[in-house]
Structure formats: structure tokens, C-alpha cells
Nanobody, 114 residues
Framework: QVQLVESGGGLVQAGGSLRLSCAAPGTLFRIKVVGWYRQAPGKQRELVAF???????NYADFAMGRFTISRDNAKNTAYLQMNSLNPEDTAVYYC????????WGQGTRVPVSS
């Protein structure tokens, strides 16, 4: 299965913001639920948020009110706007389909300094 490609990560200070992007080849993206996931050092990968093809969203408790997931089906791209970041958000962030995820990409690293 073709991998989705994440970008936009980087070092950010606590309280700062980042917008991550997720690009998907092909047209399958437009009919799939897309999720953002993250894996912090020493922890299991966890779901951050997902968005349906029609734009309905769902967030993990830790992301509620700080993160916003969106998508542009015409561009085969999904986004994760992250605000008020804190050191606990330090992780590698991945995008994939939800819940039937395929192979994982490289992710994009987000270190948050205190």
C-alpha cells in the first residue's frame, strides 16, 4: 500500500505552534478517513485525531482545544494545526488512514523545548 508522506515538523518552544501536512498519492485519499498519530520516545503510537471524507473530526482528549485536523481533498492533503504545544507533545507524528491503516511512513519529528 502506498505510504502517506508527512512534513512540517521541527523544533518548537513550549507555547508555540506548528502545522503538519500529510500528502497522499492517488485518489484513494478522497474517500478515506485520515488520522494523525504520534509516538513519543519510549511509548506506543497513539491516535491524535481523525477526519472523515466529509470533514467530521474526532480528537484525543489531549488534543482537544489545541489541535485542529483538516483536509483538502482536491490536493490530497491533510493537515494538523498544533497550538499551545508543550514538552509532552514531543513525538514523531504520522498520518495514515483510520482505522484500517496501511504501512507507516517516516513521520515528522516534533521536539518541544521547555
Amino acid at each position: 500500500q502506498v505510504q502517506l508522506v508527512e512534513s512540517g515538523g521541527g523544533l518548537v518552544q513550549a507555547g508555540g505552534s506548528l502545522r503538519l501536512s500529510c500528502a497522499a498519492p492517488g485518489t484513494l485519499f478522497r474517500i478515506k478517513v485520515v488520522g494523525w498519530y504520534r509516538q513519543a520516545p519510549g511509548k506506543q503510537r497513539e491516535l491524535v485525531a481523525f477526519i472523515t471524507k466529509g470533514g467530521t473530526t474526532n480528537y484525543a482528549d489531549f488534543a482537544m482545544g489545541r489541535f485542529t485536523i483538516s483536509r483538502d481533498n482536491a490536493k490530497n492533503t491533510a493537515y494538523l494545526q498544533m497550538n499551545s504545544l508543550n514538552p509532552e507533545d514531543t513525538a514523531v507524528y504520522y498520518c495514515n488512514y483510520y482505522p484500517d491503516f496501511g504501512s507507516w511512513g517516516q513521520g515528522t519529528r516534533v521536539p518541544v523545548s521547555s
